[in-house]
């Protein structure tokens, strides 16, 4: 696996297929915890 930086808005544009390594895929979040992400990502992009 080999990490780089790159823009929400390259992220958000969908050229490229990000795989989740397998001994993340059971994890799920709860309503909250999207719920304090997505907060933090508008408070960013104000």
């Known amino acids: 696996m ?10 958000l544009e969908g050229g490229k297929q990000f795989q989740i390594p ?4 059971p ?3 709860k309503k909250e915890n ?3 992400l997505w907060e933090d990502l ?3 992009c104000k």
């Not at 080999?2 to 992220?11: F, G, P, Y």
């Not at 397998?22 to 895929?25: G, I, M, P, T, Y």
């Open 2 to 11: 080999k990490a780089s930086e790159t823009s929400l808005r390259n992220l």
């Open 27 to 29: 994890y799920s979040w």
């Open 22 to 25: 397998l001994f993340q895929r």
């Open 42 to 44: 508008e408070s960013v």
């Open 34 to 36: 999207w719920e304090t």
